[in-house]
């Protein structure tokens, strides 16, 4: 049985900088707070954990003088209004592209433009995108968007981590209710890489192993792709959900993970088929 992983599954440079931050301030203040989860993966906020990286609800749960960590999705406004108000001490954790996500519906903002993100509802990153321009309209599917009324002008972003297809079917209707749209293409280069990889090798092997958390729009996002070049392909946390049965005929495996899987979770993931191989 032939395993092939996707070249840049796993951490993108955004997670990767985001949670080696987090780890230098544990070593440096001994702890560190964190608003949330850093990035929506079970196994990274445990291991953080332990080295000294806690995870509150609001800057209130801080003790005085520690360091609060904001994380790599984005922050809304107001806590960075109230932690700076308070004299913490402020550790950006923010992935560079979404902070010029922000940037640009500002820009489109000045512009006289309403603003629309598509992207998940209730995700963070697209709270945190939203509340840089009031009354910013967010879609999550072609559906949301036939709902929109006419518009004359409006700029249109995305969260970083859809799909390009959700993106052009959106736009796709709202081209048709907007005389003067100018959309960013905003989904990060890093995704849109993994995502290409991801169905490239799902159409040539017989089996998808996807690798992330169930919490995970990306890793879920990676999934549904997957799952539309190749029937079989099937999403795991981490090496224990990996089911024998179904390998079973396999000849060619293919493995990406989602952008907020950590390197040792994918090799624990590879190393377990591998097993599985040997005994069949």
């Given at each position: 049985m032939k395993i092939f992983v996707v070249k840049d599954a796993g951490y993108c440079f955004g997670v990767r900088d985001a949670v080696n931050k987090a780890y230098e301030a544990t070593?440096?203040?001994?702890?560190?707070?964190?608003?949330?989860?850093?990035?929506?993966?079970?196994?990274?906020?445990?291991?953080?954990?332990?080295?000294?990286?806690?995870?509150?609800?609001?800057?209130?749960?801080?003790?005085?003088?520690?360091?609060?960590?904001?994380?790599?999705?984005?922050?809304?406004?107001?806590?960075?209004?109230?932690?700076?108000?308070?004299?913490?001490?402020?550790?950006?954790?923010?992935?560079p592209l979404v902070h010029e996500i922000h940037r640009e519906v500002k820009r489109l903002a000045e512009d006289g433009r309403q603003i629309i993100v598509i992207g998940d509802h209730n995700h963070d990153e697209v709270i945190a995108i939203a509340d840089q321009v009031p009354g910013t309209i967010v879609l999550a599917t072609p559906a949301e968007a036939e709902a929109v009324k006419k518009l004359k002008k409006a700029g249109v972003v995305s969260q970083s981590t859809q799909t390009i297809e959700n993106v052009q079917e959106i736009i796709a209707v709202l081209t048709t209710k907007i005389f003067d749209l100018h959309f960013v293409n905003t989904i990060c280069y890093p995704t849109a890489r993994n995502q290409t990889q991801l169905k490239e090798l799902a159409a040539r092997t017989d089996i998808m192993i996807i690798i992330g958390s169930f919490t995970s729009a990306n890793s879920k996002r990676l999934t549904t792709l997957a799952k539309r070049v190749n029937s079989r392909s099937y999403q795991v946390a981490d090496p224990d959900e990996v089911d024998p049965a179904w390998f079973e005929g396999v000849e060619t495996v293919g493995i990406s993970a989602g952008a907020s899987t950590p390197d040792y979770l994918i090799e624990d993931v590879k190393h377990k088929i591998e097993r599985i191989a040997v005994e069949k």
């Open positions: 070593r440096e203040y001994g702890e560190v707070y964190m608003l949330g989860d850093i990035v929506h993966n079970e196994k990274v906020v445990a291991d953080l954990a332990s080295a000294g990286a806690r995870v509150v609800e609001n800057l209130g749960a801080i003790p005085k003088g520690s360091a609060v960590l904001l994380r790599a999705h984005g922050t809304v406004k107001e806590v960075w209004k109230n932690a700076r108000k308070q004299g913490m001490n402020i550790i950006d954790a923010t992935c």
